[in-house]
């Protein structure tokens, strides 16, 4: 008799025990689904103030609107935006600390041989928010060639005579220079600066010649006509600038360099909450206001998620592997 009351007591005891573990799980798959459910930090690998902060912001601040919880812009910078991409490779994988890189980070291996990351294996990549042309811009005084056909001669039949500037040795507008270069079959000095603000500085002020600059921050010189614009990469004009040509239209269908921004999460990160994450940058990134802001800087956003992204990734690392190894480009 008292083993049976035991034994019932026993079995209650369990299934109370079991009831109350259904719920919590219920309760933190609820809290999952229901992402954000605080702020979340988003690593930003470069300094206030840049091209990556000229989107991720936008962003944030459309995020918040549509969530209600804040994205909080967490700048990294440092190391050509490898020491941001170490920080949030080795972040809580909670769901709540995202990294927003750029193309710059698909040159870094390539470019520091001793990265404690590997960007492929220790981070999920999540979304592509932005992609902006690289665009061919030239001093006008410097170069008169009217368009890029007569550009292309004239560096030709003076190889080593002119000169680009880059935002430094290894970023993306030095190696889009050297792919250019070995696609053209032209020679072009190299003019390292140490940022692309400098450098385009420069070039409007005829110290340098030309240079491969993202869209976006050549935007303004173009159209005030203190730069000239002679093709943009890809293979389609850029609503921006309906005027200037494709890569394509030139005779350069593989010359397809962009200034893109992405967003990874650390490896380890629960899939609802990617899932999650994915979902709400996608509408971030579509809102009218975002739009704007886009299109202002030359940009297309491209709504390229999960695997699609991932080998968008590797193929951007296998080609600037590529890029680097034929040039011999190498920090200073």
């Not at 259904?22 to 605080?38: I, T, Y």
């Not at 912001?57 to 994205?71: D, H």
């Not at 010189?221 to 040509?245: C, E, Q, T, W, Y």
Request: hydrophobic letters at 40%; one cysteine or more; glycine letters at 10%.
């Amino acid at each position: 008799m008292n083993f049976s009351f035991a034994v019932k007591g026993t079995r209650r005891d369990v299934l109370r025990v079991g009831a109350a573990g259904m719920a919590m799980m219920s309760l933190g798959s609820q809290a999952q689904s229901n992402w954000p459910v605080k702020p979340v930090n988003m690593i930003v690998p470069f300094p206030a103030g840049g091209g990556t902060d000229a989107f991720a912001r936008p962003m944030s601040a459309q995020f918040a609107r549509l969530t209600g919880k804040t994205l909080v812009i967490d700048n990294r910078g440092g190391a050509g935006g490898t020491l941001g991409a170490s920080l949030a490779s080795r972040a809580q994988p909670d769901g709540y600390t995202l990294f927003m890189g750029a193309v710059h980070h698909t040159i870094a291996p390539s470019m520091y041989p001793k990265l404690d990351y590997d960007l492929e294996k220790d981070l999920v990549p999540l979304i592509l928010v932005a992609s902006v042309p690289q665009v061919v811009v030239v001093n006008p005084k410097n170069i008169t060639a009217p368009d890029f056909k007569s550009f292309l001669e004239l560096l030709r039949k003076n190889p080593g005579k002119y000169n680009y500037a880059s935002a430094g040795t290894g970023t993306s507008h030095h190696l889009a220079g050297e792919l250019f270069k070995q696609q053209s079959k032209t020679f072009i000095t190299h003019i390292p600066y140490t940022g692309a603000g400098p450098a385009l500085r420069d070039l409007v002020g005829g110290q340098v010649d030309m240079m491969f600059d993202g869209l976006g921050s050549s935007a303004t010189h173009i159209k005030a006509g203190r730069v000239k614009a002679l093709m943009v990469s890809g293979n389609k004009r850029s609503p921006a600038f309906p005027d200037v040509p494709s890569a394509l239209e030139m005779g350069m269908p593989d010359y397809n360099v962009t200034t893109w921004y992405g967003v990874w999460a650390p490896k380890g990160t629960p899939q609802e909450a990617q899932t999650r994450a994915i979902e709400e940058l996608r509408r971030a990134c579509s809102t009218d206001e975002a739009k704007a802001v886009w299109a202002a800087q030359g940009a297309e956003f491209a709504n390229v998620s999960g695997p699609q992204f991932a080998s968008f990734v590797s193929a951007e690392v296998k080609k600037w592997a590529q890029v680097v190894k034929v040039s011999g480009a190498k920090l200073d």
